[in-house]
T-cell receptor
Framework: DTGVSQDPRHKITKRGQNVTFRCDPI?????LYWYRQTLGQGPEFLTY????????KSRLLSDRFSAERPKGSFSTLEIQRTEQGDSAMYLC?????????FGPGTRLTVL | AQTVTQSQPEMSVQEAETVTLSCTYD???????LFWYKQPPSRQMILVIR??????QNATENRFSVNFQKAAKSFSLKISDSQLGDAAMYFC?????????????FGQGTRLTINP
């Protein structure tokens, strides 16, 4: 397999702008996860999809955050009106059962 | 609430020696999965080893093995014959299932340095 891919790998934006990240999971994986990782910390769960259904959202996912997975394939994570506190690495992972495989992440810097 | 604690922010070991990374977790579940992930500098998270709680036998993957103590809720990772390429952040994680939704709860990580 080609692994989990994420685009872009880096994003620099100004406070108040909207950003969108894309995740392409391993093709046969029906489960997809988004995590956020700040420097020196472990990843924190944001949201989970099983096929196209979003089954769980963390309270970390404020109203400014929205995630979709149309047709159960790729997923997008959008952050509206970015704040400096949103600066982090955004990780996507996918799995068929319990062995989640992670993508390289998108590093977001909000100026 | 499920929590994962890694009490060693940093560890170092001489190349070719053995090192053990500690992890404890809190859960009321009886069946669950535990994982160790490795995150090299500026590189993506890689699954190192996985343990199913209902299995008493400790998981082993080549030079990596775990000491799973279910009653003590302890899940340590042993790396034998340490290599320079083992240098990374290591994260212990616990899989939670809530109403059909899965997520991993991670510890704070242990930075492992390998001294040549």
């Amino acid at each position: 397999d080609t692994g989990v891919s994420q685009d872009p790998r880096h994003k620099i934006t100004k406070r108040g702008q909207n950003v969108t990240f894309r995740c392409d999971p391993i093709s046969e994986h029906n489960r997809l996860y988004w995590y956020r990782q700040t420097l020196g910390q472990g990843p924190e769960f944001l949201t989970y999809f099983q096929n196209e259904a979003q089954l769980e959202k963390s309270r970390l996912l404020s109203d400014r955050f929205s995630a979709e997975r149309p047709k159960g394939s790729f997923s997008t994570l959008e952050i509206q009106r970015t704040e400096q506190g949103d600066s982090a690495m955004y990780l996507c992972a996918s799995s068929l059962r319990d062995r989640a495989r992670f993508g390289p992440g998108t590093r977001l810097t909000v100026l | 609430a499920q929590t994962v604690t890694q009490s060693q922010p940093e560890m170092s070991v001489q190349e070719a020696e053995t090192v053990t990374l500690s992890c404890t977790y809190d859960t009321s579940e009886s069946d669950y999965y535990l994982f160790w992930y490795k995150q090299p500098p500026s590189r993506q998270m890689i699954l190192v080893i996985r343990q199913e709680a209902y299995k008493q036998q400790n998981a082993t993957e080549n030079r990596f093995s775990v000491n799973f103590q279910k009653a003590a809720k302890s899940f340590s990772l042993k790396i034998s014959d340490s290599q320079l390429g083992d240098a990374a952040m290591y994260f212990c994680a616990y899989r939670v299932i809530i109403q059909g939704a899965q997520k991993l709860v991670f510890g704070q990580g242990t930075r492992l340095t390998i001294n040549p």
